[in-house]
């Protein structure tokens, strides 16, 4: 699997957008993108995953530049229940392909 | 969709002991699953991957005599943490995938303390 680049931690306000960033400049032309969360004690949650085209669900958008070295996970009214930790992981699309979690982004939404 | 359950979510035993911790997919068919650890404050590690009906693949440092993994049916896989002692204390996680998005759908986790 690609390596990935987090900020280890950042802030928003409670209802602002929070745009998490990740490079991934190694990425391989099979590699997908995808980004889950972990909500302190709890099992990460899957959030959103794209190849190359903007990405958008209920939770989250997920942009990626046009060279695919970097991507970034915007939560658009970011609010208290936010608060976790959010991973970037690249990998082929494989279902039996394991993930590798690296650090992170501690993302803190502040009332 | 994609609905992963665990049980037991907390156990606390004696060191020596058993424990067996169970990761179903309710509402999907998992080929495969996984099984992770973290300790606090710590990402989580990849211990072994599960494939229905035949035999786990375990991480390098991992014991597979200790740490038994057993996928006998699509929805179901179990962890059996052998002769338990306090380093084992941790949180352990599973996922699983299915064929369609590539996604892992994880369970809550359980939390195991052996005194």
């Known amino acids: 699997d690609a390596k990935t680049t987090q900020p280890p931690s950042m802030d928003c306000a409670e209802g602002r957008a929070a745009n998490l960033p990740c490079n991934h400049s190694t990425i391989s032309g099979n590699e997908y993108v995808y980004w889950y969360r972990q909500i302190h004690s709890q099992g990460p949650q899957y959030i959103i995953h794209g190849l190359k085209n903007n990405e958008t669900n209920e939770m989250a958008s997920l942009i990626i530049t046009e060279d695919r070295k970097s991507s970034t996970l915007i939560l658009p009214h970011a609010t208290l229940r936010d608060t976790a930790v959010y991973y970037c992981i690249v990998r082929v699309r494989d279902a039996g392909n394991m993930l590798t979690f690296g650090g992170g982004t501690r993302l803190m939404v502040k009332p | 969709g994609a609905v992963v359950s665990q049980h037991p979510s907390r156990v606390i035993c004696k060191s020596g002991t058993s424990v067996k911790i169970e990761c179903r997919s309710l509402d999907f068919q998992a080929t495969t699953m996984f099984w992770y650890r973290q300790f606090p404050k710590q990402s989580l590690m990849l211990m072994a991957t599960?494939?229905?009906?035949?035999?786990?693949?375990?991480e390098q440092g991992v014991e597979k005599d200790k740490f038994l993994i057993n996928h006998a049916s699509l929805t179901l896989s179990t962890l059996t943490v052998t002769s338990a002692h306090p380093e084992d204390s941790s949180f352990y996680i599973c996922?699983?995938?299915?064929?369609?998005?590539?996604?892992?759908?994880f369970g809550p986790g359980t939390r195991l303390l052996v005194l």
């Open positions: 599960s494939n229905e009906g035949s035999k786990a693949t375990y």
């Open positions: 996922s699983a995938t299915t064929l369609g998005d590539g996604a892992q759908y």
